[in-house]
């Protein structure tokens, strides 16, 4: 199993960007499609972005087009997230997420197709 440890969260002002990383170590970073999950007290995890192993193919929720760019390096076994024009609705904690696929072209948005989970980095975003 691959393991994942998210970074770069923190307090951010309405209108405002952060990056956030998640490093993978532990297995082959390129044969796991990739995913960023959000979740808020109360509410159910939400499917942020997703990536596909060889990084040609990405996917966002409709409420993060064109705000939210999901990235990797494989050489570095590390995924991003790099979040533009934030809102106050943005804030949660944040996960990354790893699952092997056979399709190097494929993404997954589910969180019950992830098998691998980080502990979560918390964005606060103040209005």
């Known amino acids: 199993q691959v393991q994942l440890v998210e970074s770069g969260g923190g307090l951010v002002q309405a209108g405002g960007s952060l990056r956030l990383s998640c490093a993978a170590s532990g297995r082959t970073f390129s044969d796991y499609a990739m995913g960023w999950f959000r979740q808020t007290p109360g509410k159910e995890r939400e499917f942020v972005a997703a990536?596909?192993?060889?990084?040609?193919?990405?996917y966002y929720a409709a409420s993060d087009v064109g705000r939210f760019t999901i990235s990797r390096d494989n050489a570095k076994n590390t995924v991003f997230l790099q979040m533009n024009s934030l809102k106050p609705e943005d804030t949660a904690v944040y996960y990354c997420?790893?699952?092997?696929?056979?399709?190097?072209?494929?993404?997954?948005?589910?969180?019950?197709?992830?098998?691998?989970w980080g502990l979560g980095t918390q964005v606060t975003v103040s209005s």
């Open positions: 997420a790893a699952t092997q696929a056979r399709d190097p072209t494929y993404y997954y948005t589910r969180d019950s197709d992830y098998g691998t």
């Open positions: 990536i596909s192993r060889s990084g040609s193919t990405t």
